[in-house]
């Protein structure tokens, strides 16, 4: 893997943790609700959830190379058609306010607050599309396993820190004031990134 590809594995890894979805509005409600370390371990929670669905979409490709190499353009096509897709939704809607609706059990001990992030993050597929697409557009076939291994170590760190960041911001009364008061402007930039990266992955 060049440094290259490895700087836009990095990159795509961000983007996609960053994105707004189940995740991050429960970091954001965690963090305004119970506070800063009760966000913490729900993020690492998130963070685990990530690695399950990274190592899921991994072993699903390398599957798909051995067995059925053709399927690999269009899995390429339908990863790189989610990126665009969300883009567009993420743009469209860039003007309705943030949710903060949500109905499940607050966590209330460092273990149920990880079991809660674990399970937000493992109860959205989406994440699979997105790994897989990342990998094919930025992993070469015959990459070691420690090379896997450690890439499964930047989506943890990826998740992780970005959730943790997003329940810090939320449980600081004046910083999610300015926030919510630039969301049209982050939004629009985020969906139009996908969008961009989602095209070039389908022209890789």
């Not at 990530?50 to 990863?79: D, I």
């Not at 790189?80 to 969300?86: E, G, H, P, Q, S």
């Not at 943030?98 to 993050?121: M, Y």
């Not at 600081?172 to 926030?179: C, H, I, N, P, V």
Request: overall charge positive.
């Amino acid at each position: 893997m060049t440094p290259a590809a490895f700087l836009a594995f990095v990159g795509l890894v961000v983007l996609a943790a960053i994105s707004p979805g189940p995740a991050v509005i429960m970091s954001a409600r965690t963090g305004l609700t119970e506070g800063f370390r009760t966000g913490f371990m729900l993020a690492f929670g998130i963070g685990a959830g990530a690695v399950v669905w990274a190592s899921a979409a991994m072993f699903g490709l390398n599957l798909l190379f051995a067995v059925a190499p053709a399927l690999l353009w269009s899995l390429k096509l339908g990863g790189a058609a989610y990126l665009c897709w969300m883009g567009w939704h993420l743009w469209r809607d860039a003007r309705k306010p943030l949710a903060q609706g949500d109905t499940r059990p607050l966590p209330r001990s460092p273990v149920s607050a990880f079991r809660l992030g674990l399970f937000t993050q493992l109860a959205n597929p989406k994440p699979a599309v997105m790994f897989s697409a990342i990998f094919l557009g930025t992993v070469p076939q015959g990459t070691p396993l420690w090379v896997y291994l450690a890439l499964l170590v930047v989506i943890f760190a990826a998740e992780t820190l970005w959730n943790t960041l997003v329940a810090r911001i939320f449980s600081l009364d004046r910083s999610r004031a300015r926030y919510i008061s630039l969301k049209t402007v982050i939004d629009r930039s985020f969906g139009g990134l996908l969008a961009a990266l989602g095209v070039k992955i389908a022209a890789t």
